[in-house]
């Protein structure tokens, strides 16, 4: 079992930028990692994906703006938002998949407001 933690969330202004970290307790080296969001009233949607072997793939709305890494070393995927927008707003999860395995933190509030 893989426990995940998000950080980084937080109250920003329209056009700045916040970079989330999720620290999973044991080793994602052989995980597909993904970051996902989930406003209120809206389906969980795939914001930012990357596989073990580190393809990445982004949802159309932030393309361009956001970028997901991972440090294997340290167990910790990222996410980096830039021109963060009000639309941007919600609960962000991170994702750990490998086979029939998947694991989920517990999500952290991003709110992009003025």
């Known amino acids: 079992q893989v426990q995940l933690v998000e950080s980084g969330g937080g109250l920003v202004q329209p056009g700045r930028s916040l970079r989330l970290s999720c620290a999973a307790s044991?080793?994602?080296?052989?995980?597909?990692m993904g970051w996902y969001r989930q406003a209120p009233g809206k389906q969980r949607e795939l914001v930012a994906g990357?596989?073990?072997?580190?393809?990445?793939n982004y949802a159309d709305s932030v393309k361009g703006r956001f970028t997901i890494s991972r440090d294997n070393a340290k167990n910790t995927v990222y996410l980096q938002m830039n021109s963060l927008t009000p639309e941007d707003t919600a609960v962000y999860f991170c994702?750990?998949?490998?086979?029939?395995?998947?694991?989920w933190g517990q999500g952290t509030q991003v709110t992009v407001s003025s």
């Open positions: 994702n750990a998949r490998r086979s029939q395995y998947q694991y």
């Open positions: 044991g080793s994602i080296l052989s995980f597909d």
């Open positions: 990357i596989t073990s072997s580190g393809t990445t």
